[in-house]
């Protein structure tokens, strides 16, 4: 009943059940709390989705087939907290790939970042990201020689790590130039210790498209031997 009547106590209670753990018996308890706060127009559904879905995300593993069931949820404030349950779940969180996978299809911001907090377990998605990016959409530069293109895709693929590497480098011959540039992207944040090859980024430089070009050279910067990138440019 105190919930009902006081936001600050029920967002204080879900903070509570995120900072010691939630259990899997009270799964049904917390989805019940958040689809009541999702049918109260007086409370702000954005707090609920960040502390209820971090209450959610901090089970153990084996409640995420349970968790995925709500993503389709019609209560929007139950689907998006389920949502970022996983998102806060990360690596334990790879049997909702194909789920998440299809929500990124459909347009979801924070499907691909989900798939990034995976880090490496996100391998399935791999394939899916890439495919994404041909829809990504060109940011528009706030300075005459600023090189911009952001892609949450290549932000997820980035974060997959090394076992993305042979897919973003295939990636570079896609015909779109979304796609070479959300590679670029990906392969620019990577870690340097992965060890990119050079040869693919010089190609790079002679691309059609200017944006891939410079987005070639920060990624050689990030990769490459000083030596051969005061050659090549």
Not at 93 to 105: D, E, F, L, Q, S
Not at 189 to 209: F, G, K, S, W, Y
Not at 213 to 233: E, N, Q
Request: hydrophobic share 45%; glycine share 8%; aromatic share 4%.
């Amino acid at each position: 009943a105190a919930l009902e009547e006081d936001e600050p106590a029920y967002l204080a209670i879900a903070g509570a059940v995120a900072e010691i753990g939630a259990r899997p018996k009270h799964l049904d308890a917390l989805f019940q709390a958040v689809r009541h706060a999702g049918e109260n127009p007086e409370i702000e559904h954005r707090q609920v989705v960040w502390k209820f879905g971090a209450a959610i995300g901090s089970v153990d593993e084996s409640c995420v087939p349970r968790i995925v069931k709500m993503v389709d949820d019609p209560n929007s404030t139950v689907s998006e907290t389920a949502m970022y349950a996983l998102f806060s779940l990360g690596p334990k969180a790879t049997v909702a790939i194909p789920t998440v996978v299809r929500k990124m299809n459909a347009g979801h911001a924070l499907a691909p970042q989900i798939l990034g907090a995976m880090g490496a377990k996100g391998e399935p998605a791999i394939p899916a990201l890439i495919e994404k990016m041909q829809h990504d959409a060109w940011a528009s530069p706030r300075g005459a020689f600023m090189i911009v293109h952001y892609s949450p895709c290549a932000s997820a693929l980035a974060n997959i790590g090394a076992t993305a590497l042979p897919a973003l480098l295939e990636g570079l011959g896609n015909e779109q130039p979304e796609v070479r540039a959300g590679c670029l992207v990906a392969l620019e944040t990577m870690n340097p210790d992965l060890m990119v090859p050079q040869a693919p980024l010089l190609r790079m430089l002679r691309d059609e498209h200017p944006i891939v070009r410079g987005l070639a050279i920060r990624a050689m910067v990030k990769h490459g031997d000083p030596k051969t990138i005061k050659a090549a440019v």
